[in-house]
């Protein structure tokens, strides 16, 4: 199994940094009120595809070899992979498909189109478009992108040394999860240059088999009901749960109803739209405020592709402010 170490975090940094700026880290003092913390909010929806995915895509794509290039990328997706996938094959001008199961929604087709991929729709569900996705990078010789890849993991490192080098003192950390990558490598940075900072990573109870795999110490699937796009996984996944597994400190689960409520408070707190996936670490801090009063607490806004239907269910959430 690959070793990631912080030098490959460094060295994707280098990689990444002509191409994306650091994302701003702000603390709101209404905010802070709220929760009862000094809560500084990571704005990776502030990121040119709305969302943190982008620093592996470009990490990865960078390090592919010329031959591979040429012959293309291809992932299946229907959203913040797909477009972190496509925006880094625009940038260095490698052909791109990407494969989504039918009845995709329109406004995702059109945000990976214009990015200039080529939407595949195909299949009934993720399953059936991944296998779509197989045949066509055999058939092509094209390079499949999986979501646990190393180099996104890497990648999306990066985001985790802008942190701590802002606030080198943070006590605890929330980061959301889906197939584990972002949390991987929050924690990977964390024990190398924050070693004190606790590392609580976040999911949905509606899509636990990430959380579940990280309690059991081996991969496991479970149910996938969560309406939370970016943390709707069915499985867990190697690379980052053996990351993950000595590394991180906690892991907790939130519900659905939670995560939007947290999403209105970043709205109406924070002058921030998240998507669901962005407000999880908000909502997981919420669930335990108690517990980090007075502490210097990270949240990280992973992304901000929240559709008009999304926004309409979040102004209709409780008001944890209330
Ligand atoms: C993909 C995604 C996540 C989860 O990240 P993983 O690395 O798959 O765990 C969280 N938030 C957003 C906005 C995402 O797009």
Same mark, same amino acid.
């Given at each position: 199994m690959t070793e990631l170490s912080l030098t490959d975090v460094l060295r994707a940094r280098r990689t990444i940094e002509p191409h994306l700026p650091p994302t701003p880290l702000w603390s709101y003092p209404m905010l802070n009120e709220v929760v009862g913390a000094t809560v500084h909010v990571k704005h990776e929806n502030t990121q040119p595809t709305g969302a943190f995915k982008v620093r592996g895509g470009i990490t990865l794509l960078?390090? &592919?070899?010329?031959?591979? @290039?040429?012959?293309?990328?291809?992932?299946?997706?229907?959203?913040?992979?797909?477009?972190?996938?496509?925006?880094?094959? @625009?940038?260095?001008?490698?052909? %791109?498909?990407?494969? &989504?199961?039918?009845?995709?929604?329109?406004?995702?087709?059109?945000? $990976?189109?214009?990015?200039?991929?080529? $939407?595949? $729709?195909?299949?009934?569900? &993720?399953?059936?478009?991944?296998?779509?996705?197989?045949?066509?990078?055999?058939? @092509?010789? &094209?390079?499949?992108? #999986?979501?646990?890849?190393?180099?996104?993991?890497?990648?999306?490192?990066?985001?985790?040394?802008?942190?701590?080098?802002?606030?080198?003192?943070?006590? $605890?950390?929330?980061?959301?999860?889906?197939?584990?990558?972002?949390?991987?490598?929050?924690?990977?940075?964390?024990?190398?240059?924050a070693p004190r900072c606790r590392v609580i990573a976040v999911q949905s109870e509606s899509s636990p088999a990430a959380h579940d795999s990280w309690r059991a110490g081996a991969c496991v699937t479970r149910p996938n009901h969560t309406v939370v796009e970016g943390l709707a996984t069915g499985r867990g996944f190697d690379l980052p749960q053996q990351i993950m597994r000595d590394r991180l400190t906690?892991?907790?689960?939130?519900?659905?109803?939670?995560?939007?409520?947290?999403?209105?408070?970043?709205?109406?707190?924070?002058?921030?739209?998240?998507?669901?996936? =962005?407000?999880?670490?908000?909502?997981?801090?919420?669930?335990?405020?108690?517990?980090?009063?007075?502490?210097?607490? =990270?949240?990280? %806004?992973? #992304? =901000?592709?929240?559709s008009a239907a999304e926004v309409t269910e979040v102004l209709a959430a409780a008001d944890p402010a209330g």
């Open positions: 960078a390090g &592919m070899r010329p031959e591979e @290039r040429e012959r293309g990328v291809l992932a299946f997706s229907t959203g913040n992979h797909a477009q972190s996938i496509a925006y880094a094959a @625009r940038l260095f001008d490698v052909p %791109c498909v990407i494969v &989504m199961p039918e009845n995709p929604n329109p406004a995702k087709v059109g945000a $990976v189109r214009a990015l200039g991929a080529d $939407v595949e $729709v195909h299949g009934r569900g &993720m399953s059936e478009a991944q296998e779509h996705a197989e045949k066509v990078a055999d058939d @092509r010789g &094209m390079t499949l992108i #999986g979501v646990a890849e190393p180099e996104l993991i890497s990648g999306v490192g990066t985001l985790y040394l802008e942190i701590f080098e802002a606030v080198p003192d943070l006590d $605890v950390l929330f980061v959301p999860v889906g197939g584990g990558s972002g949390a991987a490598a929050a924690s990977l940075v964390a024990s190398a240059v906690d892991f907790v689960l939130v519900s659905d109803g939670r995560i939007r409520s947290a999403q209105r408070l970043l709205l109406t707190h924070a002058h921030t739209l998240a998507e669901g996936a =962005g407000a999880a670490p908000l909502a997981a801090l919420l669930a335990r405020r108690a517990e980090f009063t007075g502490r210097r607490v =990270g949240v990280v %806004c992973t #992304g =901000g592709n929240a």
